[in-house]
C-alpha cells in the first residue's frame, strides 16, 4: 500500500477498522513517521476544525502509531495538543484522553518527564490530562523507566503545595497512583487530603488505601511491574478504541 493511500485511509472514521492500513504503516515505520508528526503538528492549527469534524480521526492514529514506535518526536507536539484549556482535549481525543493517553505519554517521553510535570502543577489544564500525567508518571516505574524513590518524591512535592488543594479528579487519581506504588511513605498526607475533603470518595476510599497498606509492599510493587503497559500494537488498540466509539463492543 502506498503512503498516501494509507494516510487516506486512517484520516477518516468509516466505521470499521483500517486495519490494512495501520499494519502497512508500521511496515513502513520509517517512510510514515515524518507524516505522522506533520499530523500532529498540523492539528496544533487546526483544533476548531477537528472539534468540528466528527470523523476526522488522522491525530488519533498518529499518537497510536508514534506511541508504537517510541517516536521521541512526538512528544513535544502531544505536551501542546494536551495543553488547550477547558473541554477541548476531550473534545479531540474522546475516552482515549482517559482511557490510554498516559500510555501513550509514557511510550514517547523516554526519561524527559519535566514537561509532563509541568502539566500536573498546571491549574488551567484539564484534569484528566492532569491525571494521565500523573499515571504516566507510575507507568514509567513500572517499566522501568524512571525509578520509585523519584516519583513518590514529586508525589510528595504535590501534596505538600504543588497541587492546588482544590478537590478534583488530579487529587482523586494522585491517591490512586500512590496506592500503585504502595504508599507507605505519603500515607500521612493521603489522611490529610481526606480530612481536606479533596478527594472524591465514590472514586477512590481510605479504606481502599489501608487495604492497600495491608498488602506487601514488594507483591505490590511486583503487581505494577507486571502490568505496567506501553503502547505495543496500535492494531488491537485502535481496534478497542473504535469498538467502544460504536458501543458494539
Avoid at 491549574?123 to 516505574?141: D, F, H, K, M, P
Avoid at 508525589?155 to 482523586?172: C, H, V
Avoid at 481536606?196 to 472514586?203: A, G, I
Avoid at 488505601?209 to 505490590?220: G, L, N, R, Y
Wanted: aromatic letters at 10%.
Amino acid at each position: 500500500m502506498e503512503l498516501a493511500h494509507i494516510l487516506e485511509e486512517l484520516a477518516y472514521d468509516l466505521g470499521e477498522l483500517p486495519r490494512e492500513a495501520i499494519e502497512a504503516a508500521i511496515a513502513k515505520k520509517t517512510q510514515i513517521t515524518p507524516y505522522l508528526l506533520q499530523i500532529l503538528e498540523d492539528a496544533l492549527n487546526r483544533i476548531d476544525e477537528i472539534i468540528e469534524d466528527d470523523n476526522y480521526q488522522g491525530h488519533l492514529y498518529a499518537m497510536y502509531l508514534l506511541a508504537q514506535f517510541r517516536e521521541e518526536r512526538a512528544y513535544p507536539y502531544l505536551i501542546q495538543l494536551f495543553s488547550f484549556p477547558g473541554e477541548i482535549p476531550h473534545a479531540i481525543a474522546g475516552d482515549v484522553l482517559t482511557e490510554d493517553l498516559s500510555r501513550i505519554f509514557a511510550s514517547v517521553c523516554g526519561d524527559h518527564i519535566d514537561p509532563l510535570l509541568s502539566l500536573i502543577e498546571n491549574v488551567s489544564i484539564n484534569e484528566y490530562v492532569r491525571a494521565a500525567c500523573q499515571t504516566g508518571l507510575v507507568i514509567l516505574v513500572g517499566c522501568g523507566t524512571c525509578p520509585r524513590t523519584k516519583v513518590i518524591d514529586y508525589f510528595k512535592s504535590l501534596f505538600e503545595g504543588k497541587l492546588e488543594r482544590i478537590p478534583s479528579f488530579a487529587w482523586d487519581n494522585l491517591v490512586a497512583c500512590c496506592c500503585s506504588l504502595y504508599p507507605e511513605e505519603l500515607y500521612p498526607h493521603i489522611r490529610k487530603a481526606f480530612d481536606e475533603n479533596l478527594v472524591n470518595t465514590t472514586f477512590i476510599s481510605l479504606e481502599d488505601v489501608t487495604s492497600i497498606m495491608a498488602e506487601e509492599k514488594q507483591s505490590c510493587i511486583f503487581h505494577l511491574f507486571q502490568n505496567a503497559e506501553l503502547i505495543d500494537d496500535a492494531v488491537s488498540e485502535m481496534e478497542k478504541w473504535l469498538y467502544a466509539k460504536l458501543d458494539i463492543r
